[in-house]
């Protein structure tokens, strides 16, 4: 047995407290389905982000192999974060509206852990932090990320200390603001895929799309369940619903990693 009146099972999991977080606000049985599912949404955000602060610690210790498998890893977390919207996917606009006042000025936007992934990503922006101005403890992990380098920050790093020719301003650019495009890094990378697909860096930049690509999924999937439910109405909590989610479904992640391609 574990402590008093607890098996060792539960000492480690918690699962008495995961399973009692669910504290539905209207009497409609679809809520219950909302809750979890967002409950367990945050869960994979969690993993994604020590997966790929794990890759980027790797990548600063030169360790390639253990870069690859965190990466890897992530990509498996990417694939149940996804199938996570099943629940919600086919939910009607009277279904959803039928617990929606429940939501109040609650907003998907407001979670911290989602915008650490999206910092990860290169999608910095300190506007970010205002809604948690109220919330110390998430406020100083938020403020920590967006001083830190984006995975990306530190894949192009590495691939300097690897000879390749990523200008300063790229290296030395402000990270607390959205990485754009650079033409040199899409050169780098145009140099890398035209190397034998055995390569270990081609296979660094398959992996990075691999990822890329779920998370295109992630966010397509987030705007078409989102237009099924509501439409174009405006989001929870002031958003601007559909509209800001076509906008981020239109951009890509690692977007030298894909223009490249139309120069190998």
Do not use: C
């Amino acid at each position: 047995m574990g402590a008093e009146g607890t098996t060792p099972y539960e000492d480690y999991v918690h699962a008495d407290l995961l399973t009692h977080l669910q504290e539905p606000l209207s009497d409609d049985p679809g809520e219950m389905a909302f809750l979890v599912t967002t409950q367990v949404m945050e869960l994979w955000f969690t993993l994604l982000v020590h997966e790929w602060q794990t890759a980027a610690k790797a990548l600063r210790s030169e360790d390639l192999p253990r870069t690859m498998a965190a990466l890897r890893r992530s990509t498996y977390t990417l694939q149940a974060l996804n199938a996570a919207w099943q629940p919600l996917a086919r939910l009607t606009p009277t279904q959803f509206d039928a617990f929606r006042g429940a939501l109040g000025d609650g907003s998907g936007f407001q979670s911290t852990m989602y915008r650490r992934v999206e910092f990860l990503l290169g999608e910095k922006s300190a506007s970010m932090l205002v809604p948690h101005r109220g919330a110390p403890r998430e406020y100083a992990e938020l403020s920590k990320a967006l001083h830190e380098p984006s995975l990306w920050d530190e894949v192009l790093a590495y691939l300097h200390r690897r000879g390749f020719a990523v200008p300063d301003h790229v290296l030395r650019r402000d990270v607390t603001a959205r990485h754009d495009p650079d033409p040199a890094v899409e050169a780098v990378w145009v140099e890398i895929y035209r190397r034998s697909p055995g390569d270990d860096l081609v296979a660094l930049g398959e992996t990075l799309t691999d990822v890329a690509e779920l998370v295109w999924r992630w966010r397509n999937d987030h705007l078409v369940a989102t237009r099924r439910a509501m439409g174009a109405k405006p989001g929870t909590g002031g958003s601007a619903g559909v509209a800001w989610l076509e906008k981020r479904a239109a951009k890509l992640v690692f977007p030298e990693l894909w223009t490249a391609r139309g120069h190998v």
